[in-house]
């Protein structure tokens, strides 16, 4: 397989790696398969930088009374876990890996520089952006267009547990059809849940293309960086 992409993002949800449970972390079976295809790209040479979420564990939006400013600082250490659990995975298949957080923990992580960033990518290291962009109030789908941008990456592939972009919600009708191409202007005019808007805004304005496709089969991983057709391509 050729890679289409050099540098990308991908945007892994923390549900991803919960397999059926939910929550928490599955980590022999989903964990590991996510990241044998996470090698797969770099053994053909593609730079990979990932932003993994949270939800899995907590989402500040969620937590009822409490604080939203607290909340969300447990919700980037909940990233924090899951970036954790995918650098010790790679490291198993021996893949070269670093972990930095917005919100320095220097015991655990090296903390966020950008072009320390690029520098490992360029030596083929994979980067695990945790604490999203290390602000409350903001997601890890808007951390993901940030670095993104800040990268430079071709696109971000943005792993869901649906297969692409549908014009009305394909759980609950039958006739809903799914985009294969869809533009930033078209999404957000028709309001479909792709990633919040501020994400949407920025990788509009920064001309980055999401593809969003399943994690069901992890190897899609693999095809979306060789540029098949394996969901919704946003693009301008
Ligand atoms: N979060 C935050 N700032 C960020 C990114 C994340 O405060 O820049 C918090 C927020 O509480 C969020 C949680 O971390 O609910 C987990 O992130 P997210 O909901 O994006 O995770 P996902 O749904 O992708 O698993």
């Not at 992409?5 to 949800?13: A, N």
């Not at 053909?44 to 600082?73: K, P």
């Not at 952006?129 to 990456?153: H, K, M, Q, W, Y």
Request: glycine letters at 8%; aromatic letters at 6%.
């Amino acid at each position: 397989m050729e890679p289409k992409y050099k540098r990308v993002l991908l945007k892994l949800s923390g549900e991803a790696l919960a397999g059926d449970g939910h929550v928490g972390i599955d980590y022999d079976n989903t964990v590991l398969s996510i990241c044998r295809s996470i090698k797969e790209c770099v053994d053909l040479g593609v730079e990979v930088a990932i932003v993994v979420g949270g939800g899995n564990f907590w989402r500040g939006r969620s937590s009822g009374s409490m604080d939203r400013t607290r909340a969300d600082h447990m919700g980037m250490l909940a990233t924090v876990i899951n970036a954790l659990a995918l650098c010790d995975a790679l490291e198993s298949m021996g893949v070269d890996v670093r972990v930095q957080t917005a919100i320095a923990m220097t015991s655990v992580a090296e903390p966020y520089i950008r072009n320390r960033a690029v520098r490992h990518l360029e030596k083929g290291r994979v980067v695990i952006f945790g604490c999203g962009v290390g602000s409350p109030f903001f997601s890890t789908d808007t951390a993901s267009s940030l670095r993104a941008a800040e990268i430079n990456a071709d696109i971000i592939l943005k792993a869901t547990l649906v297969d692409g972009v549908y014009d009305k919600d394909p759980h609950k009708y039958d006739d809903a059809v799914r985009y294969e191409e869809l533009s930033f202007s078209e999404m957000l005019a028709k309001d479909l849940a792709v990633m919040d808007l501020t994400a949407a805004t920025m990788c509009k304005d920064n001309h980055i293309p999401v593809m969003v496709f399943s994690l069901e089969d992890p190897h899609n991983i693999v095809r979306a960086v060789c540029g098949e057709d394996v969901g919704t391509i946003v693009k301008e």
